[in-house]
Structure formats: C-alpha cells, structure tokens
C-alpha cells in the first residue's frame, strides 16, 4: 500500500496538507538524518550541536550569513517586541537543550555567531523532535510549512560546512 495514500486515511489532519508542506516534511526527515550522520557522528544533541558550531568558529568555517534569514524567522516566531510568543512553548525546550542561551539568541541578547548558528541548529534539533516524537500530530501538522523551510535551509547550509563526501 501507499503510505501517502494510508496517511491520509487514517492520520487526522494529514489529507489536508498541501503537497509543499507534505514535501517540506519528507525533505526535513532526509537533511535531519543526513546532518546527523555527517556533521554529529550519529549522536545527535543540543551539546553537540553547540561544539560542533564553536569548532566551526574556532576553525574559521562559520559564515552566519547564509543563516541569518532563518534566523530572524524564529526570533520573530517565538519573540514579538521582547515577549515570548505562545509558540515558544511548543518547542519543548528543555534544560539540556542550551535553554539559556536559545532564548538569549532569540532575544538578541546574545550575537556570538557560533552560539546564534547552535541556537538556530538546537530549534531545528527540537523541530525533529516534536515531528518525530508525535508532539507535532496533536495538531496534524497543520502550519509548519515555514517551519520546515527554514529547517531545511538551515540543515543544507550546516551541510555545506560540513562538507559533503
């Protein structure tokens, strides 16, 4: 059988995303896995995500720019005038995940390049994790289509440091 065909049988909410939200979240899925393999050594983590941006700085590999658009997306996402949105919440942050300093990030209180890289990498990190661990089907995926984008803008940007094979 079909998966795309069973999904939209049976998951609430799945046969009312567009065929770009539906592509947005099958190419997240891929970049994730794929970025986790190569740039985390398959030990995925926000502490990872963190060390892995400050080598990037120290080795003189991080360029912000290609970032930056995502970047302001989520800060204006989950901060509006300096007050946390309701979407904030809906990210799980939890104290492993560098909540301090993700949160500094989205306030701008923080501007370090590496530690804006690893706050934007940790958001896309907790993105996966609600996808993955079914937070995101109480509400049938609805609405994540800029979500994703940037997630995956982010994930071929990190990508191209990385270095592919």
Not at 13 to 34: K, P, Q
Not at 36 to 49: F, K, M, P, Q
Not at 62 to 84: D, I, K
Not at 151 to 164: D, E, K
Request: one cysteine or more; glycine letters at 6%; a negative charge.
């Amino acid at each position: 059988m079909n998966p795309i065909l069973w999904l939209e049988q049976n998951a609430p909410g799945f046969d009312a995303l567009s065929e770009e939200e539906r592509a947005a979240i099958t190419h997240f899925a891929l970049l994730w896995s794929f970025f986790e393999a190569r740039a985390l050594s398959t030990r995925g983590s926000s502490h990872a995500i963190l060390a892995l941006t400050h080598e990037w700085l120290a080795q003189g590999r991080l360029a912000t720019e290609p970032f930056s658009e995502s970047l302001l997306y989520f800060q204006q996402r989950y901060y509006s005038n300096g007050v946390e949105t309701d979407y904030l919440s809906g990210l799980n942050l939890r104290r492993s995940d560098c909540r301090d300093l993700v949160h500094a990030v989205l306030k701008g209180e923080n501007t370090n390049p590496a530690d804006c890289v690893a706050a934007l990498l940790i958001i896309v990190y907790r993105l996966r994790n609600n996808l993955f661990h079914g937070a995101k089907w109480a509400y049938g995926i609805q609405g994540q289509l800029n979500n994703f984008t940037h997630a995956n803008a982010s994930l071929m940007n990190a990508l191209s440091i990385v270095g592919l094979p």
